[in-house]
C-alpha cells in the first residue's frame, strides 16, 4: 500500500471550488467494484472530463488501473495483440443428439457416415465433442483453428467436417464472429484505501460541501479493497466468473446513452438490501418489524426519468445462467424490497436482461405468468406501479434508445391500490411457479 505523503494529504479533488475536478470520476468510480473502461468513456460522454479525472487520480496514487488482459483462448496463454474474427460454430439440437446417441454406442457415428473408416471413429466423436461446450464457450461457440490444436485433425479435414456437419443440419455457424485472441478482462479503474482515506478528510474539511452521508454511501470506511486480477486465474474458454460483471457494465453503458436515464440520481452496481420478514410462517412475509431478514442484490440500480417529474426506479437483473424459477424468485424479493423501501406515488421496474431470443421468451412467459398470479393475489403486490420488462443483450446494445418501450415486453402488476400490502417469499423449491411451469427451467 502506498503511503500518503504531504502531497497525498493536500489533495481536495477540487472540493473547495464550485466544480469539483474529481467528483464525476469518483461518484463512478465507488458506485462500480471494477468500472470497466466502456463504462469509464460512456460515463464521460455525458460528464466531460471523468477520463482526464480518473488518469490523473492513478498519476497521483489514488485509484489503480489495470491494463487490460488479452488471452490466446486456443491455448489458454496471455497475448499481447488482439487477432482478427473468425467463424464460430457450434452443434445444434440435432447435432448433440448425434453426439448422445455416440456416446452410447459408437456404431451410431458409422451407420451415419457410412464412409467413415474405425480408425477415424473416435476422432470423429473427439471432433463433436469439442463443437459442444457447456462452459462459457457455449453462447460464443468455437473456431476452426481452434478445433485444429484441441482435436489435433488436420485443418483441410476439420474445414470439411465442419462443412459437411452444417450442410447436414449438424451444426450451425453463430452469427457473431469472435476473435480467437481477444480481450477477456477489459482495462479497469478502482478506488484505493488511499483514496477513502483522503476523501474522509475532506469531507470533514469541508461539510458545507460535502455531506457526511458520502461516507456511507460510497463505505469509505471499508477494510477490504480489490486487487489485481491474477492472471492464473485465465480459463483457455473464458472467464466466467468475469464475464456477468462485465456485461453488466456493457448493458449500463448502453443505457447510459438513452435520453430516458437521470445520471444525477442514484446508479450503483449491485447493491446490497436487507428486508426484513415474519419468518415464523410459511411463506415469509415481508414485515419492518419482522425478526427475520434476507438478502436482495440485484446486479443495479438506477433512475430513470419518469412523468410530473417522479423518477422511476429501475432494477437490473442480468440473467445469464439463472432459470425461470430463480427468475419468479428475483420478483418477489424485488417487490419485498419496493414495500419496504419505497412510497406508494413511486414508480418502480423490474427490466430482466438475457443472452438470446429464446430466452426471452421463456421470460416474457415468465412475467405474464407473474402477472396472472398477481391478479389473483393483489394484496402481495405494494401499491406502487409496478413493471416487469424483459429484453436481451444484443437488441439492448444496437438500440437507438436502449429504454424506449419498443426494445422491451413488458407487463404492469395489478395490486389492491388500497389496504393492507403483504409481499411473499415463497421457498425457491415451493413457490407459484410450480403452478404455471411444470418443466421447463430455460
Not at 94 to 109: H, S, T
Not at 121 to 146: E, H, Q, W, Y
Request: aromatic share 10%; glycine share 4%.
Amino acid at each position: 500500500m502506498v503511503k500518503r505523503t504531504f502531497l497525498h494529504k493536500a489533495e481536495t479533488f477540487g472540493f473547495e471550488t464550485k466544480s469539483p475536478w474529481a467528483f464525476d470520476a469518483i461518484r463512478l468510480i465507488y458506485s462500480t467494484p471494477r468500472t470497466y473502461d466502456f463504462l469509464a468513456q460512456a460515463w464521460d460522454k455525458s460528464f466531460p472530463g471523468t477520463i482526464k479525472a480518473l488518469n490523473r487520480m492513478v498519476a497521483l496514487g489514488f485509484v489503480t488501473y489495470q491494463p487490460a488482459i488479452i488471452v490466446d483462448t486456443r491455448h489458454g496463454t496471455l497475448a499481447s495483440k488482439l487477432s482478427n474474427p473468425v467463424s464460430r460454430y457450434k452443434l445444434n439440437t440435432k447435432g448433440k443428439k448425434l453426439y448422445n446417441d455416440a456416446l452410447i454406442d459408437l456404431r451410431v457415428l458409422s451407420d451415419t457416415f457410412p464412409r467413415l473408416t474405425d480408425l477415424n471413429v473416435n476422432k470423429l466423436l473427439a471432433f463433436l465433442d469439442f463443437f459442444n461446450p457447456n462452459n462459457s464457450s457455449a453462447r460464443t461457440g468455437m473456431s476452426i483453428p481452434a478445433a485444429v490444436i484441441k482435436t489435433k485433425m488436420p485443418e483441410r479435414s476439420t474445414r470439411w467436417w465442419v462443412k459437411k456437419l452444417v450442410d447436414e443440419g449438424y451444426m450451425v455457424e453463430l452469427e457473431n464472429k469472435l476473435p480467437d485472441i481477444r480481450e477477456l478482462i477489459p482495462a479497469h479503474y478502482r478506488p484505493t484505501r488511499m483514496l477513502s482515506t483522503q476523501l474522509l478528510d475532506v469531507i470533514e474539511a469541508f461539510p458545507e460541501v460535502l455531506p457526511t452521508s458520502m461516507s456511507f454511501e460510497y463505505r469509505l470506511k471499508r477494510t477490504r479493497y480489490l486487487d489485481d486480477i491474477p492472471n492464473v486465474k485465465i480459463a483457455q474458454d473464458g472467464i466466467t466468473d468475469y464475464e456477468h460483471d462485465i456485461n453488466c457494465q456493457v448493458i449500463l453503458s448502453s443505457l447510459i446513452k438513452s435520453e430516458k436515464i437521470n445520471l444525477n440520481g442514484v446508479f450503483i452496481l449491485e447493491p446490497r438490501y436487507i428486508v426484513n420478514v415474519n419468518n415464523t410462517v410459511v411463506p415469509w412475509q415481508v414485515n419492518m418489524d419482522g425478526e427475520g431478514n434476507f438478502f436482495y442484490q440485484p446486479d443495479a440500480e438506477i433512475r430513470e426519468k419518469g412523468n410530473n417529474l417522479v423518477p422511476i426506479r429501475c432494477y437490473l437483473e442480468y440473467e445469464r445462467f439463472q432459470n425461470r424459477r430463480d427468475g419468479w424468485a428475483h420478483i418477489e424479493k424485488f417487490l419485498g424490497l419496493v414495500h419496504q423501501n419505497t412510497l406508494p406515488v413511486e414508480p418502480v421496474i423490474l427490466r430482466f436482461v438475457v443472452d438470446s431470443e429464446p430466452r426471452a421468451k421463456a421470460y416474457v412467459e415468465l412475467i405474464e405468468a407473474f402477472a396472472d398470479w398477481a391478479l389473483d393475489n393483489q394484496r402481495n403486490i405494494p401499491l406502487n406501479t409496478v413493471e416487469l420488462a424483459v429484453s436481451t443483450l444484443q437488441r439492448i446494445t444496437s438500440a437507438k434508445d436502449p429504454l424506449d418501450p419498443s426494445n422491451w415486453f413488458r407487463v404492469i402488476l395489478e395490486s389492491q391500490k388500497e389496504g393492507k400490502v403483504v409481499p411473499l417469499i415463497h421457498s425457491i423449491k415451493d413457490s407459484p411457479y410450480d403452478e404455471y411451469f411444470s418443466g421447463g427451467e430455460l
